[in-house]
């Protein structure tokens, strides 16, 4: 990466006064890779009065692996919204030895071992959502498949469903990641009655996860990732103080909103579009889950539903890019990037880019065979981010949606709703699948699971409606 350094790298084209704001508020991984393209791997943008350098292709991606603890801090990037939950700092805000032990306290709750643990309920939480979706009428789409991820990830990590609060839960983090960390939309709305009555509900659901993880309520129990977590406050409260402990138990919660749940809606899409692929997968589910559960092995040979949720991860990335701030003066692509400096890492330009990923707007299972293996190319294939903050839950959420996809083909046929819809993405706060994105249920394929735990109907149950 050594150059002789140049002071200033190219400037994308903008607007006055605007910038490249309009630009990068639609498709922001497609504007980053245009500019790739042609101003190459290091170029500055401006969103308003906010200027950044980006970082991008695969030589971004291996710089940020090998050099992103020295040089780059996510600290200014997630501080407000940490000081929104009453956090003086959160993991995703942390850097160096802190982050470190942080991740360390955490990694057993955020395991793909402990979902694998947890499959049964993984299974069964989605069965009892997919048979409380109505016969043929219109659900949307994203709505449905947060429900289902979050009960799962609350009820597994934290020992709390959310059912009652998810509605509240979207409004809040949405609202917060859009007016603190991406800032796309302005600080005002969080002065809302909406928002206002959303925060009161989330810091409801966290006094009940704290409350359900007193000791006197835990006897027998297995520890799960909020019993470490406040095992870690009791040890060290200076670490982990009482003020900080919010952002880190409500994590499984807001992790599963625009992840998981994001990645399940593109991926039900990709599925809908592609009839064959689903033909596939759904045989594949159904020889897996022959006894009604998947075990750890099971999920692993899983080789079709796997190799759709890669081609999903490559081609509808729900993090297009990361933000840090320079901490050490560096040099990259020959230019000298300074101190202080606000930087754009855009890891996923290269899953569009066709010298590793062949006709990129064609989506293709088939690059994840032994045979051709493009995402093992170094440094293309970023969905969970790069650098020493790539997402810890990377190995959850791959079992998490391979279970819960298999499992949503194996109970019920689904189409469209309309047939002929074509995909919007929503690119607020992060890329998802927008409100108009809907399905049916066509036909329920196991027919004596298709009443609830309450033995209502399916068809008279009320359709999931968006927060």
């Known amino acids: 990466m050594k150059a002789t350094a140049s002071p200033a790298p190219p400037s994308a084209p903008s607007l006055p006064l605007v910038g490249d704001a309009f630009a990068m508020a639609g498709d922001v991984g497609a504007f980053f890779t245009r500019q790739y393209l042609r101003l190459g791997p290091v170029f500055r943008v401006r969103a308003l009065h906010r200027r950044f350098t980006v970082l991008a292709g695969p030589e971004a991606n291996l710089f940020v692996t090998r050099e992103g603890s020295r040089h780059l801090r ?13 956090a003086a700092r959160s993991m995703l805000s942390m850097d160096g030895a802190e982050h470190a032990r942080m991740r360390k306290a955490a990694k057993s709750g955020y395991s793909r071992s402990f979902i694998h643990e947890h499959l049964h309920e993984v299974i ?28 799962q990830l609350g009820t597994i990590a934290a020992g709390v469903s959310p059912r009652d609060y998810l509605d509240d839960m979207i409004v809040f983090v949405r609202t917060l990641l859009a007016a603190r960390v991406t800032h796309q939309r302005p600080a005002v709305l969080m002065r809302t009655p909406r928002f206002r009555r959303a925060r009161q509900r989330v810091e409801e659901l966290f006094a009940t996860v704290k409350a359900a993880h007193d000791p006197d309520n835990r006897s027998g129990a297995e520890p799960d990732l ?51 692929l689903l033909d596939r997968m759904t045989a594949e589910a159904d020889a897996s889950l022959e006894h009604d559960t998947l075990t750890a092995e ?63 707007e064609r989506f293709d299972i088939e690059r994840y065979t032994p045979e051709r293996r493009e995402h093992r190319q170094p440094g293309v294939f970023a969905p969970f ?19 819960t996809m298999a499992t949503i083909v194996h109970e019920v046929e689904l189409a469209l709703d309309p047939p002929d819809y074509v995909l919007k993405i929503s690119p607020v706060p992060t890329p998802s699948p927008d409100d108009r994105f809907r399905f049916r249920v066509a036909r329920r394929r196991r027919a004596a699971e298709a009443t609830s735990g309450t033995g209502d109907p399916p068809s008279e149950r009320a359709t999931p409606t968006p927060g």
């Open 385 to 403: 981010g790069a650098g020493p903050h790539v997402c810890l839950g990377a190995g959850f959420a791959e079992v998490a949606i391979a279970a």
């Open 74 to 86: 996510s600290r200014e990037t997630w501080m407000d919204f940490d000081k929104e939950l009453g």
């Open 298 to 360: 099971a999920v692993r040979h899983l080789d079709v539903t796997h190799r759709v949720a890669l081609e999903t991860l490559r081609m509808y990335p729900i993090a297009p890019a990361i933000t840090r701030t320079v901490a050490n003066t560096f040099e990259f692509a020959g230019y000298t990037i300074p101190a202080g400096e606000n930087v754009f890492v855009a890891t996923t330009v290269p899953h569009h880019l066709p010298e590793y990923f062949p006709e990129p």
């Open 226 to 276: 909020v019993d470490d977590l406040l095992a870690l406050h009791h040890v060290d409260p200076q670490f982990l103080p009482e003020t900080d402990l919010m952002p880190a138990v409500l994590g499984p919660f807001i992790a599963g909103l625009d992840t998981v749940g994001s990645t399940c809606g593109f991926m039900l899409y990709a599925l809908l579009k592609h009839p064959d």
């Open 124 to 151: 069964a939480i989605t069965r009892r959502e997919v048979a409380r979706w109505p016969l043929d009428e219109p659900i949307p789409a994203l709505h449905a498949l947060q429900r289902i991820v979050t009960e």
